[in-house]
């Protein structure tokens, strides 16, 4: 059995796309996940992308994937890795996928000289805060997660002077 993690490329469009369904009725969020092909299209595999995506393998079959940003630190003055997604499928868990993935992540992290690695996990998701907690990272409870989307966006984008 091998794992292996590569680069996402356009012809894994399908696959995320099924990985991010799969990630969404697990967070019981189905409703929410609105991506298309050509949102992966435009966003991912874009001549400039903002978002990179990882593909997890196990002996060259899909098992999982990653999408990550970089953002920055000011009171660093350095980049960070922001991982937004990571999901391994029901059947592969326990075989270090996930693991695998994390410490891909925190290589490129280290080889582009972030200061940090950071993601969000459910406060109802145990397993994955355990698991979380197994490799040292530490939840950053200090901190008020907010999002500004749909309508409120809308309203407050409106009133830009670009």
């Given at each position: 059995?091998?794992?292996?993690?590569?680069?996402?490329?356009?012809?894994?469009?399908?696959?995320?796309?099924?990985?991010?369904?799969?990630?969404?009725?697990?967070?019981?969020?189905?409703?929410?996940?609105?991506?298309?092909?050509?949102?992966?299209?435009?966003?991912?595999?874009?001549?400039?992308?903002?978002?990179?995506?990882?593909?997890?393998?196990?002996?060259?079959?899909?098992?999982?994937?990653?999408?990550?940003?970089?953002?920055?630190?000011?009171?660093?003055?350095?980049?960070?890795?922001?991982?937004?997604?990571?999901?391994?499928?029901?059947?592969?868990?326990?075989?270090?996928?996930?693991?695998?993935?994390?410490?891909?992540?925190?290589?490129?992290?280290?080889?582009?000289?972030?200061?940090?690695?950071?993601?969000?996990?459910?406060?109802?998701?145990?397993?994955?805060?355990?698991?979380?907690?197994s490799l040292g990272?530490?939840?950053?409870?200090?901190?008020?997660?907010?999002?500004?989307?749909?309508?409120?966006?809308?309203?407050?984008?409106?009133?830009?002077?670009?």
């Open positions: 059995m091998s794992i292996t993690i590569r680069p996402a490329v356009l012809e894994d469009t399908d696959t995320i796309l099924h990985f991010i369904k799969e990630l969404a009725i697990y967070e019981k969020a189905e409703h929410e996940a609105k991506a298309t092909p050509a949102h992966i299209h435009n966003t991912l595999f874009c001549e400039t992308p903002n978002a990179h995506g990882l593909i997890c393998e196990q002996d060259g079959q899909a098992i999982g994937f990653a999408i990550y940003f970089f953002s920055y630190s000011t009171w660093q003055g350095q980049y960070g890795i922001y991982l937004e997604d990571l999901y391994v499928s029901p059947q592969s868990r326990g075989l270090g996928a996930g693991k695998k993935l994390l410490t891909h992540l925190a290589g490129i992290a280290l080889a582009k000289d972030c200061g940090r690695f950071e993601w969000s996990v459910l406060d109802w998701n145990q397993p994955a805060i355990d698991f979380y907690d990272a530490k939840p950053q409870g200090e901190w008020i997660r907010y999002r500004l989307d749909g309508d409120a966006l809308k309203a407050l984008g409106a009133q830009a002077e670009l």
